[in-house]
DNA sequence: GCAATCAATGAACAAATGTTAATTAAATCG
DNA sequence: CGATTTAATTAACATTTGTTCATTGATTGC
């Protein structure tokens, strides 16, 4: 639980009793590589920090299964558009590797956002934090190509490419794998 | 300054004391059509609510300018990156049509966040809001052709189409001014 | 370890978008 | 209004990515 103090302090100084009421709500929850973390559908109900592993946001659809987003140690992941309106969530978050996460429920965060000092300003923080890397992304898919987000990639994440599969990393930067095969090729050259 | 306040009760409702502290530190900004409201280079100083025109995030660049976002009336616009980071923005935010701002400083937000019971609840949901937006942009960027996400810009806000150059709403779309007359031609046929 | 399954590669052709350049239409400004 | 500038359209060709299908490579589970 170290690991997840140290995240939000580099966000906000928490009391040492704001963050007991926090951290007291965390539960500890292991999941295996390619179980299913959050089931488009469901409503969302946790805010996990990954202690361990890699997952993969993905819809599942008859023809492919289309990989939007990953998430890795050290961060917060949730269905965070299900979480927040309390709607199914549109898609499912999946263990790529075996994970390890710290989760607190939605009910459990809306009684710290009440009863600490800190509540909200640590939700403003990792709502801020996940628009900005949002905005980073749009701004790549609409001016880059795919090449450029690959090699992007590479050099931004190298250890990234090795444990996630290339069908999910070709989904990701918006092309097919064959498609990416064909990248690779050309780069190798 | 009635809208915000409408805006602003969506997400959360507010004391009339908290209203006072944030509403006193707005002030109102004109800009007409084509003038710059935030330069790319200098940072973000404001968090602003459009009370009448419409605006785009844009870059301008040697051989195009590439238009990667829209914010329309009654909501907030910002160098959001750059005022929360307090670094240089990336791009231009300008007016397309003439515009009204209701605006309040980052010092002044700060004070309101501070000060308020209610400051960081309303951060956190207008960072949830932007959040939310690019998750879904996101996902049509990857998912959908230029000529779905032309579709259903023209269903979903049929009236901008009027009031927006073709060649902003191109970039917009993630294609070029000439492929976007391409897929008109084809729509209309 | 082997069979079965799934992932990655490769090639041939199709479709979508980019690029360049010319033409027409619209907006702006005196 | 008329002249000038800017935006939108069109067309021809280039490039990128998609689609289909076959082959090879890697994993998985018994």
Tied chains: 1, 2.
Excluded at 123 to 147: N, Q, V, W, Y
Aim: aromatic share 12%.
């Amino acid at each position: 639980m170290d690991n997840i103090r140290k995240y939000l302090n580099e966000f906000v100084t928490q009391s040492d009793q704001d963050w007991e009421i926090f951290s007291s709500k965390l539960v500890r929850v292991e999941f295996p590589k390619k179980s299913i973390i959050l089931e488009k559908g469901k409503r969302e109900k946790f805010l996990s920090f990954i202690a361990k592993g890699i997952v993969r946001f993905n819809i599942p659809k008859p023809d492919y299964d289309f990989t939007f987003a990953f998430a890795f140690e050290n961060t917060f992941v949730s269905g965070y558009d299900s979480f927040l309106a309390k709607t199914p969530s549109l898609y499912n978050i999946e263990a790529i590797s075996d994970c390890v996460l710290w989760r607190i429920t939605c009910e459990d965060l809306e009684t710290v956002y009440d009863s600490t000092q800190i509540g909200d300003r640590i939700g403003r923080k990792i709502a801020e934090e996940l628009f900005l890397k949002k905005m980073k992304r749009e701004m790549s898919l609409l001016e880059d190509t795919a090449k450029k987000r690959y090699l992007d990639l590479m050099s931004e994440q190298p250890q990234l490419i090795k444990y996630i599969p290339q069908k999910y990393l070709a989904s990701y930067i918006g092309i097919r794998p064959q498609s990416l095969s064909r990248i690779r090729k050309e780069i190798s050259i």
